[in-house]
Nanobody, 121 residues
Framework: VQLQAFGGALVQAGGSLRLSCAAS????????MGWFRQAPGKEREFVAL????????YYADSVKGRVTISRDNAKNTVYLQMNSLKPEDTAVYYC???????????????WGQGTEVTVSS
């Protein structure tokens, strides 16, 4: 199983980016999929999750209203649309798949490599 994230870039504050994560090796159409991020000097934190049903989403308070997670099961791909980006969104973003969401936390079984997002002020 491999998760490959891409789409990270340097962007100005207020700008937008769409991150993609393509999965291979198995289908995740019936699995939770989500995103985490790790800012320099900080611990990795949960960003967003789209439940396996495709109907339920969870977002971190820090990104709520600015970020939308979506998926294309035919492409085995999950997306993270980020708008109104802020310098504090600067981080390496990791996609994740499968696993459980409970008590406000996501515990994935699979991790992708990161893609770097830098937001300049």
């Amino acid at each position: 199983v491999q998760l490959q994230a891409f789409g990270g870039a340097l962007v100005q504050a207020g700008g937008s980016l769409r991150l993609s994560c393509a999965a291979s090796g198995r289908s995740f159409s019936m699995s939770n999929m989500g995103w985490f991020r790790q800012a320099p000097g900080k611990e990795r934190e949960f960003v967003a999750l789209l439940a396996w049903s495709g109907r339920t989403t969870y977002y971190a308070d820090s990104v709520k209203g600015r970020v939308t997670i979506s998926r294309d099961n035919a492409k085995n791909t999950v997306y993270l649309q980020m708008n109104s980006l802020k310098p504090e969104d600067t981080a390496v973003y990791y996609c994740a798949a499968d696993g459980d969401y409970r008590s406000g936390n996501y515990y994935p079984n699979y991790w992708g490599q990161g893609t770097e997002v830098t937001v300049s002020s």
